[in-house]
């Protein structure tokens, strides 16, 4: 097979796939309401549908990706596509709230293996100085299907009823695996293949239980506490996170071989842009919270008209994420990620100024803003953390970079939520937003650091 050939298959099955992730999450959002009223659920109950799903996939995906490294991106990915299809038709066809729950908790071990294999497969088939090309289109399809998703999904819960959302992901589902079948077993382009000394090592199966609590326990922790505050519950979690986050140094530090590698957590290549990735979701979700309730709420848009006023966001981070590719080789990697960063310090900062008053314009500025510094950052960042690894631990450093996104948005949240008190969230939008403001720019600080010259070859580690 031609290098062209395998490297557009590896892209079209790295795309859908993630693709098919983003489209599952946001849809589900807009059918909660009417899964709710057909299977007689409590709201915590169907809140949990999203919420065992999140704290899954958190939790295993540091350790899917290892198994990425071990057994093969390719195999791995094809795999959790399969489950992830699998688990789809089944809570299309639940007869209850709880196989619904139980099958979304599988289905984020699924979307946990299929994940950080997207990243994986395509650090093997690029040399490291191409990624970041095919990374910004995979960033701006994901800020696609992240818009697309819940209109789609509005417009088939509307007509065909919510179970029909669950069979959406099917086309891109088997589109997927036939790509990622369609590449041969073991093609890998020449510096990955330099790379690879030999097998990614054993699994260290109690650092991934370790691991895979703590992070468990964080995340329901962060997502509970909107709703709960700082009570019993996420007080105990954290600090039940925190425990188990000293014993996972502890043994890690022992053990021959590691899952997560002292030297790829020590890499200036990893670690910082991972750390403004964290920076840059949860800023934005954190400010996109309580504008969703003031949208609502305050300026009494139903959910409609309150999504056609945050399309700006979409459009720009679609545009932003293949346009940083560019940029990044003229002007280096490190001034688009800070300037990423002080767009959506600037978007943030809008969005507090914003009242009963504002406008069309003013709130589309706003979120154009934190779209357009969104999708320039998590473009970038994201190929520099992929390419700071080696080949053989591509697998993990693209779960670190899925966690982060999956540990930010909720973080964001949770800091807003912390910020508002007492208050309804679309009142208080004003400090959140503020808060939100002050996370990107201590964001900005740490990308003002980063390596960046205009050469992105690095030694992997």
Known sequence: MSP????GLVLTASITGAVLVAVDGTALTVAQPALRHDLHASVAAVQWASTGYLVTVAALL?????????????RVFALGVTGFATCSV????????GWLVALRVLQGAAGALLQPATLGMLRAAWPADRLAGPIAIRTAAIGLAAAAGPLIGGALTARFGWRSVFLLGLLPAAAALLAALAVPAG?????????????????????????????ACLVQSLVTLPDTG???GPSLGLATTAVLALLLVR??????????PPALLRSTAVTPPLVVLLAASAALQGTLFPATYYLQDVLGLDPWRSALRAVPLAVTMILAAPGSARLARRHGERVVVLSGMVLISAGALLTAGLGSGSGTVAIGGSFALLGAGFGGVMATATAMVVRGAAATRAGVAGGLQQTVLNIGPALGIALAATTAGRADPGAALAPSALTMAAVAGAGSLIAARL??????????V
Do not use: K
């Not at 540091?62 to 390719?74: E, M, P, Q």
């Not at 000394?197 to 239980?209: K, V």
């Open 90 to 97: 089944g809570i299309a066809l639940a007869p209850g709230i």
């Open 230 to 232: 700082w009570s019993t």
């Open 4 to 7: 062209r050939r395998h490297r």
């Open 251 to 260: 043994h890690e530090r022992r053990t021959a071989d590691p899952l997560l």
């Open 62 to 74: 540091v350790f899917a990706g290892r198994l990425g490294d071990r057994y093969g991106h390719r």
């Open 451 to 460: 390596p960046g010259g205009r050469s992105p070859v690095r030694s992997p």
């Open 187 to 215: 093609t890998r382009s020449p510096d990955a293949r330099s790379a690879t000394t030999g097998r990614a090592g054993g699994l260290d199966l109690p650092g991934a239980a370790l691991l895979a609590l703590a992070l």
